[in-house]
């Protein structure tokens, strides 16, 4: 591996969403306060959204690792659970013993009593689901049911969706409307602009324990953010490649020329025309440009 070869401590663009890797830009920090603020006003059912690879995981991963103690959290990242199976998961992190688990009737109102002995020893639950625009119909009502308990001002669960944009649309489906109508808060997150993209490439350097001089100059993270979209989870994979092509050939920067073979390596990445492509595009607008108005004046 690369670490040593550049004075690393860890993998700086490892894809697994590590919350100690979370950088607070404008739109995941206003993600992560929309979300905290909701969840102390004691709102029901929350949504987070944004494309593939824009740190969505990470943000949930974040949230639960600055939760007080007070919450009880129960993920759910298997998004394609039938209403019966995420009524036991549910259970199963509420501590009700497997055994209770098989009478579906009954298993609601074993649910509700420990939410309400929860509350009572003063224990918030909060249901985390990731890709939740994956979860069936039955699933999704399921949750918009164990969000309506509630006794007196407090709700006995609360609920934060994390999806793709797919989740929008399907939220717009006439036979999810109860549950659109009941989510109070929503955000969507946006891709990272250059600048941000430059930051946030030092930033993971730097909490991977790189000290030395700047590996990505701004050239070279303009690069990456043509070809990458202001995707997070893109711009990773482009730094690690670019990281890996120049360790394999003993070189300590990273240059224009690394990033296009990371490119060229990346099925999703963005191919970035090179100087010389665009001057033959251009010259081929210029020539284009010149024959319409000659034929405009009549020349042709």
């Given at each position: 591996m690369y670490l040593q070869h550049f004075g690393l401590d860890k993998t700086p663009f490892s894809l697994t969403a590590?919350?100690?890797?979370?950088?607070?830009?404008?739109?995941?920090?206003?993600?992560?306060?929309?979300?905290?603020?909701?969840?102390?006003?004691?709102?029901?059912?929350?949504?987070?959204?944004?494309?593939?690879?824009?740190?969505k995981t990470l943000l949930c991963n974040k949230l639960q690792s600055e939760l007080s103690e007070q919450y009880l959290?129960?993920?759910?990242?298997?998004?394609?659970?039938?209403?019966h199976e995420l009524r036991s998961a549910l259970a199963?992190?509420?501590?009700i013993d497997k055994n209770q688990l098989d009478d579906q009737f009954l298993l609601t109102g074993i649910i509700k009593e420990r939410l309400?002995?929860?509350?009572?020893?003063?224990k918030k639950v909060l249901v985390l689901v990731d890709e939740a625009q994956a979860l069936p119909d039955a699933s999704l009502e399921a949750l918009r049911l164990f969000s309506n308990l509630e006794t007196g001002p407090d709700k006995l669960l609360q609920v934060v969706l994390f999806g793709q944009p797919e989740l929008d649309v399907r939220l717009g489906e006439s036979q999810l409307r109860q549950?659109?109508?009941?989510?109070?808060?929503?955000?969507?997150?946006?891709?990272?602009?250059?600048?941000?993209?430059?930051?946030?490439?030092?930033?993971?350097?730097m909490r991977a324990g790189y000290r030395g001089v700047a590996l990505f100059n701004r050239k070279v993270c303009k690069k990456i953010s043509q070809a990458s979209r202001g995707i997070p989870r893109l711009i990773n994979v482009l730094c690690h490649k670019a990281l890996m092509i120049s360790y394999g050939r003993q070189h300590y920067t990273i240059t224009q020329?690394?990033?296009?073979?990371?490119?060229?390596?990346?099925?999703?990445?963005?191919?970035?025309?090179?100087?010389?492509?665009w001057w033959v595009i251009l010259?081929?607008?210029?020539v284009i440009n010149a024959l319409l108005i000659m034929w405009w004046k009549g020349l042709l």
């Open positions: 590590d919350p100690d890797f979370f950088i607070d830009f404008i739109p995941h920090k206003e993600a992560l306060e929309v979300i905290t603020t909701a969840l102390s006003l004691g709102e029901g059912i929350l949504k987070i959204t944004g494309e593939v690879g824009t740190g959290v129960c993920t759910i990242d298997n998004p394609y659970l039938s209403a199963l992190h509420l501590g309400l002995a929860l509350l009572a020893a003063g549950l659109r109508q009941r989510i109070t808060f929503s955000y969507q997150l946006r891709a990272l602009s250059e600048s941000e993209i430059e930051h946030y490439i030092q930033q993971r350097l020329k690394l990033i296009k073979e990371a490119v060229e390596d990346t099925e999703d990445a963005y191919p970035v025309p090179s100087l010389g492509r010259f081929l607008f210029a």
